[in-house]
């Protein structure tokens, strides 16, 4: 059983930000990563396998490498989003603090830099080097240097070691038991993981999903987490989060996240289509707000 609480308060702030969140997905084929950071060390791998069974390898990469142009980044900034998780993480008894760390799906490292901070090393992992290059560029802004990347799909991500805690937040690599087992082998005390329970719906989105005959999936990554666990006779914490993300953008803005994530499930689906429907959101400034009401599970277990 999960313990509910609301997004209302303590992530008000994070409402009150010009938010874009996003979340990410894995490719299928085979396709050497090129090394990119010049200052931070990146391990290169191969790649199969991954969760978007539809989008071939290089669709995907090229999904990703658009969709991190405006993807949301690392904040330094007091009592924003993130750090509410992670408090929220804490007061689950998860100690960050001189620890080594695996963050699976990493991103841009929103969170990976906060852990970063507190623990002894962090290894984040990714398939999009896009996303990677935004993680280093702001690691180093800001003095960050006890990371090490790695671009690879989850699947055939092969570390050296195991870390102290294994950390993963909405990512759809671990939609297989395989992939949870493996994050939970990782660790050798502690597992975090965060994901949708049930709800992330976009009021955007919604008003096209009709239009391009599009059938909203369910997002539910949590609640088969918890059932992994508990067929495998592994206790946990549990707290739910609610609440919504609001987001102020400009047409272009919300005519390209809009095409990227119809695409997914309409390949067709056109500009001039959505740029007409848009108009229904435009605000009398002329910016465009999308609001995305939310369920997420943060889950907790430690290793026996």
Known sequence: MCDAMSGAGIFAGYRQRNQQKTRKHRSRKMYRVREVYPVLPIRRTYFQGGMMEHLGGKEQLEFWKKRAQNFPRYENVAGNYELGIL???????????GKTVIDAGCGTGMYTLHIAQEAASVEGVDISEEMLHFLRIDAEANGINNLSIVCSNWNDYKPSKRFDIAFCTMSPALRTS?????????????????GFDGLRESNVLEHFYPIFNITPKSFSDAHKMRAWLEENGISYKCEIVEGEWVSS????ELTESTLNALRLDAPDADEETVRRNLEKFRNADGTYTETVRYRSAIIVWRKS
């Open 249 to 252: 953008k400009n047409p272009d």
């Open 87 to 97: 408090d929220r993480m804490k007061g689950m008894g998860v100690d960050f603090r």
């Open 178 to 194: 395989e992939a949870r087992k493996k994050l939970h082998d990782y660790a050798s005390e502690t597992v975090v993981y965060m």
